[in-house]
């Protein structure tokens, strides 16, 4: 007698609620970015048969390697009608650069789907002269093309995009702009294969602000291994506060945090 298929030997997710913010704990890393991948899929189509297309902003990190390859492999999205954005960039860095987040996401997503220069409003990270000018400029982007639905993740010091603790504002009047990145970030950089030393690290970024994610309708955030756990312990059990600026995702109405069993092993 054949024993369960592999299908049924895969434990399902537990699932809770932390204030408004829903909370999935898968046991690996790719299963957290399969379900990602489909629940983004899924608010990609409502957006298309509500607006005709769908405005998405990425994240670009290895924690998000699993969920950008489940949506390369979904069959029914339509990436024609699909506009890309993204939430940071390093200030100085070429686009073409190996630690670049618009090369890796061309890499691992934008050119693989079929998403060209016509449809990707990317941040010009290397234009470090003016940077203000460049934050505004990305600001009427935004304006003129908001985000319908935010993929992102959450770093080790539990930043959101490049809102190190130092310089994270909830009320930011601000949808874009230049911040130094703290000490824990850089050293996450390093921890990502980025780069190879601490010294290589840009010190300065471009990012979107927290008020400018938070005011997409839908959220969808994966975070996975175990240098991420203390961030998440703070997210779902800390204060709402700058402190740990992923916290936040608790006051919002449509986010969801997919989280494999290293991530989320201080979560009771």
Known sequence: MSGPGPDLLVKPPSRFAVDSLQVVVHEDRAQA???AAMEVGRAIRRR???????????????SQDAFLAGLVAAKDVDWSRVVGLHMDEYLGLKADHPASFRRYLQERLFRLVGLDASRLRLIPGERADRPLRTCLEYEEVLLNEPPDIVCAGIGENGHLAFNDPPVADFLDPVLVKPVRLDAACRKQQVHDGGFGHIDDVPTHA?????PALM?????????TGPRKADAVLNTLRGPVAESCPASILRRHKSATLHLDREAAKLVS
């Open 33 to 35: 970015g399969r379900a």
């Open 48 to 62: 298309q048969e509500e607006a005709g297309r769908a405005n998405v902003l990425f994240a670009a990190a290895p």
């Open 206 to 210: 471009l990012t979107l602000t927290i």
């Open 215 to 223: 005011r997409a309708p839908v959220l969808s955030v994966v975070v």
